[in-house]
């Protein structure tokens, strides 16, 4: 099984998007504007293809010591505890189940256990500082700058916000496809409209455990490759 860290493995298209100079962000007036983080993102998705498009939502929520990309049938939420270990649910909501990867676990995968600046930024921040710096505006009394480049093959325009370490529009190019992402509006947690869900009515399956688990709806989805996630 191989996790894919959040949003870095979501491309999208957003039609008919605006140019970046009449773009605004919508904050709400819950959010201070000296410190944007620790709230709610609201992301636009659109996986676009041809003349075929599949409108989507994500929410991001950061805190000190919790990161989640919430979508409707998937949500990654990633704990940090006060040594600053990270452990990793993947939750499924149709099936009111989760699986929890330990640090432990990241080695079994072979994986190294992820950096939380990184878990949060949904963009390689190592790629970014390979791009070049080709502009710079102000959004919604937030600076933005622009980074513009090439990775693995991709035309790449990322537009970043500086106050909140994060791109508010994310552009992947090739002779094939345009996929675009695009940051819409940013809640603070007291009134954020996304209920967040609750563990205490999700049946929780450590990864050691899923060999032991086989006859769960959710893990036999998995094996057959219909759960919409990753498979072991």
């Known amino acids: 099984m191989k996790i894919f860290y959040g949003l870095l493995v979501i491309l999208a298209l957003v039609e008919n998007a605006m140019a970046e100079d009449?773009?605004?962000?919508?904050?709400?007036?819950?959010?201070?504007?000296?410190?944007l983080m620790g709230n709610y993102l609201d992301y636009r998705i659109d996986i676009h293809t041809g003349e075929r498009s599949d409108p989507k939502e994500l929410v991001l929520r950061r805190k000190h010591d919790l990161i989640a990309y919430e979508r409707s049938?998937?949500?990654?939420?990633?704990?940090?505890?006060?040594?600053?270990?990270?452990?990793?649910?993947?939750v499924y909501h149709d099936f009111k189940a989760y699986i929890e990867y330990l640090p432990a676990d990241f080695n079994v995968l072979e994986q190294a256990e992820p950096e939380w600046e990184q878990i949060g930024a949904l963009f390689d921040l190592k790629a970014l500082e390979s791009l070049?710096?080709?502009?710079?505006?102000?959004m919604s009394e937030q600076d933005v700058t622009v980074y513009e480049g090439e990775l693995e093959g991709l035309s790449v325009t990322v537009h970043w916000?500086?106050?909140?370490?994060?791109?508010?529009?994310?552009?992947?190019?090739?002779?094939d496809i345009v996929q675009v992402m695009v940051l819409?509006?940013?809640?603070?947690?007291?009134?954020?409209?996304?209920?967040?869900?609750?563990?205490?009515?999700?049946?929780?399956?450590?990864?050691?455990?899923?060999?032991?688990?086989?006859?769960?709806?959710?893990?036999?989805?998995?094996?057959?490759?219909q759960a919409g996630g990753h498979q072991h």
Do not use: C
């Open 132 to 138: 070049e710096v080709t502009g710079h505006y102000v």
């Open 73 to 90: 049938e998937i949500s990654d939420v990633w704990e940090r505890n006060s040594v600053g270990t990270v452990s990793y649910l993947q």
């Open 22 to 35: 009449s773009v605004q962000l919508a904050i709400s007036p819950m959010v201070s504007k000296d410190n």
């Open 184 to 225: 819409q509006s940013l809640f603070g947690n007291e009134d954020a409209p996304w209920p967040q869900w609750d563990s205490t009515k999700y049946f929780g399956i450590d990864f050691v455990d899923m060999g032991d688990n086989e006859s769960h709806p959710l893990i036999q989805a998995l094996n057959a490759g």
């Open 161 to 175: 916000i500086m106050s909140l370490n994060l791109p508010v529009r994310l552009e992947y190019r090739s002779e």
